[in-house]
């Protein structure tokens, strides 16, 4: 009984310890040292995101694009389906998506 509390000991404490295997912990310390050191140092950098006035651009146009199918497809909604509910929805979706279609288009 002794020998099986003193294993459920040391199991509890490696795997306090992160467990697995040690030389895959160790690479790993051992390369996250080296890219903060790398950054530290300005031998490398970490990416920034790019932002451009086309990318703007280009995610507003896609927004209009979007925004305009799912008025249609409310439209179609409306016109076809029996369910007042989904209608409903329909016809606030219209609304909404107007509105911010207004926004957008002010944005081009």
Do not use: F, W
């Amino acid at each position: 009984m002794r020998r099986y509390l003193l294993c459920l000991a040391v199991l509890g404490v490696a795997a306090c310890e992160g467990g697995g295997d040690p030389v895959d912990q160790a690479v790993r310390e051992i390369s996250a040292n080296y890219h903060a050191q790398a950054v530290k140092d300005g031998t490398i950098s970490s990416p920034e995101p790019v932002k451009t006035a086309e990318a703007d651009k280009a995610l507003v146009e896609q927004m209009i694009a979007d925004h305009e199918a799912a008025i249609a497809k409310a439209r179609e909604v409306i016109a076809t389906s029996d369910d007042a509910q989904l209608k409903a929805l329909a016809r606030r979706t219209i609304t909404t998506r107007t509105a911010e279609l207004a926004e957008l288009n002010a944005r081009r």
